[in-house]
């Protein structure tokens, strides 16, 4: 029997597979569950909740030896984080194909997800968790620190500079948020329970500074906001108690949102119950713990809708705490939009999104180097630039050294291209791993997030996270994935991820144009078809073909 061990991915350029694609999928499943990366290791929990990257650690043994042996030629098939399959297919194909967490619409709810994972039949695969391409809280830094740009933009005069930023959730995506909020020069109050998320934060440099109560921090908070000077402070409790109490005292916040994880009621600590006591009252009374967990959720969204009435900026992040506020009967939690309309659209337009690589090397100087590289391809676009350069200054690694920025259809391809040459001139030690998130343009579907409010009302249409998947298996991607409920929880949402890796090969390199060209052409198409004009114009100006108009 195999159990929890610390797991760690090779470095340097000796493969244990028998080729770099599949050595990469074999790193990154590795550098996924590495304890600089991953949440809850021992429990195979990356990151959001409950998401995984092996079903348990069986599963994780049977996949590490099949793709030390997986020959070119070959395609392993895993269904929710258990290698189920080896198939002959070829080498243009995926070396890995995933499918995680997906029910039958029917059944596509936690209870019954649940069940079957008691039975050990699935697992949860968030986003990047179940798909090998999590690289830490760097990942969504980058979408957070432009979200948090465009609320600026918006609301501030295009700065945080003097603004107070309220909000809760410092885990393993809700932690990039007092990095964020900073690096736009603004100040933020975060909210935890888990007094070890403060810590791991204050630790890896996202957060600064962990005030003794929330007097103490709102004081800390006003001070820097009187002076200009960017400031995160966090803050121990229990968020459905702490906002309810700022918006009592009439605390100055000027924007509120949230990354508790929410999008699932068992892992967000209702009012009343201890953090300590927390996993095994979920594991004993599911049922008890979601009905107070929404309850406590109601609360919290009623005094995020307060401060919308007080006049602040508000916004759901993404975490479906609205639906669950919802579910426990609280009107008007529908009040505030989600960050996607908001916010997010006009990049998808363009085929924006969370372009990322890993160095497989594990050499921070290749990271580097593809930071120059990026530079120097795309010079005009300012906010690229102050993004990667305080990136290099201010990020810290967490497992393999690993970049992410928001490229869009036309400049990814670019990236890639380079980034295969690269490798092939030995200018890069290694290969590197080509993805992206799936909170992305156009491999999702997701009525509370990615396509809330769409033009067209096709918000819950799901074929385009399949066609998006598809295209990628046909036009050369690594390893590709089917998930259900990423962020958002069971029955909300269905996207797609692919991964392709730059090894510096001829092949490799029509793959990267390929998939790196296809992959945003999906967001491009999925907005045209929603009648946005501003994909329409992308489609038109750099080549997308879209039969219904062009053609
Ligand atoms: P996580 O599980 O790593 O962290 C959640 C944190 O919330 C934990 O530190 C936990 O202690 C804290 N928490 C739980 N209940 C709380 C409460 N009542 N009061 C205060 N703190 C509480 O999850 P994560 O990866 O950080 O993701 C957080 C949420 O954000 C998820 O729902 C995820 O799906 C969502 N998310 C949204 C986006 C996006 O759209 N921008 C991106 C990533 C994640």
Redesign the pocket.
């Known amino acids: 029997m195999s159990g929890p061990r610390p797991v760690r991915a090779p470095r340097g350029t000796e493969l244990t597979a028998l080729g770099w694609q599949q050595e990469a999928a074999l790193r990154m499943l590795q550098n996924n569950l590495d304890p600089e990366v991953a949440?809850h290791p021992d429990r195979l929990v990356v990151?959001?909740?409950t998401g995984k990257a092996a079903r348990d650690w069986r599963s994780f043994d049977a996949m590490v030896r099949t793709l030390t042996t997986l020959k070119q030629d070959e395609t392993m098939l895993v269904q929710s984080g258990r290698p189920v399959g080896v198939m002959q297919t070829h080498e243009w194909a995926p070396r890995v194909l995933i499918a995680n967490s997906n029910l039958v619409g029917d059944w596509a709810t936690w209870e019954e997800f649940r069940r079957l994972e008691a039975l050990g039949l699935t697992m949860y695969g968030q986003m990047t968790a179940g798909s090998w391409i999590y690289i830490g809280t760097q990942g969504?830094l980058q979408?957070t620190y432009e979200t948090f740009a465009a609320v600026a933009a918006k609301r501030f005069g295009g700065t945080l500079a003097g603004t107070i930023t309220l909000t809760?959730?410092?885990?393993?995506?809700?932690?990039a948020q007092p990095l964020a909020v900073t690096m736009n020069d603004g100040v933020v109050i975060c909210?935890?329970?888990?007094p070890r998320?403060i810590e791991r934060r204050i630790e890896h440099r996202y957060l600064d500074v962990r005030a003794d109560s929330l007097d103490h921090a709102l004081r800390l908070a006003t001070e820097a906001r009187d002076a200009r000077r960017p400031l995160s402070i966090g803050v121990l409790g229990?968020?459905?108690e702490v906002l309810p109490r700022a918006l009592e005292m009439g605390a100055p916040i000027d924007i509120v949102t949230d990354?508790?994880?929410?999008?699932d009621p068992l892992?967000?600590?209702p009012v009343g119950v201890p953090f300590d006591e927390m996993a095994a009252y979920a594991a004993e009374k599911p049922a008890d713990f979601t009905q107070r967990a929404r309850e406590?959720m109601a609360r919290h969204v009623e005094a995020m809708v307060g401060f919308l009435d007080a006049g602040a900026e508000v916004f759901d992040?993404?975490?479906?705490i609205r639906g669950e506020a919802k579910l426990a009967g609280y009107e008007r939690a529908f009040a505030f939009p989600g960050?996607v309309p908001a916010y997010i659209r006009p990049l998808f337009c363009e085929g924006k999104g969370p372009f990322r690589w890993a160095a497989l090397s594990g050499d921070p100087a290749d990271i580097a180097r593809t930071d120059r590289a990026i530079l120097d391809l795309f010079p005009e676009n300012e906010s690229l630039r102050r993004w990667i350069t305080l990136a290099g200054e201010r990020v810290h690694f967490q497992g393999l050294p690993a970049r992410i920025c928001w490229l869009g259809y036309g400049e990814r391809d670019r990236a890639g291209e380079r980034f295969n040459d690269m490798v092939a001139s030995g200018e890069l030690t290694a290969p590197l791993a080509i993805g992206r998130d799936h909170?992305d343009c156009g491999s999702v579907a997701s009525p509370y997030?990615e396509t809330e409010a769409m033009r067209d009302g096709s918000d819950a249409i799901a074929d385009w996270p399949l066609l998006n998947a598809m295209v990628n298996v046909a036009s050369g991607a690594s390893w590709v994935s089917i998930h259900h409920g990423g962020?958002?929880g069971m029955g909300r949402s269905l996207h797609a991820g692919q991964v392709t890796v730059a090894d510096g090969t001829k092949l490799g390199g029509e793959k990267i144009r390929r998939v790196l060209t296809n992959d945003p052409g999906m967001g491009v198409i999925r907005h045209v078809d929603a009648g946005y004009e501003a994909a329409e114009a992308v489609a038109a100006e750099r080549g997308v073909r879209v039969p219904m108009i062009s053609e």
């Open positions: 949440e990151y959001g909740g969504i979408g809760a959730g410092l885990g393993g995506m809700g932690g909210v935890d329970c888990d998320a229990n968020a459905a990354q508790t994880s929410a999008h892992a967000y600590l406590s992040y993404g975490n479906s960050f909170l997030r962020g958002v």
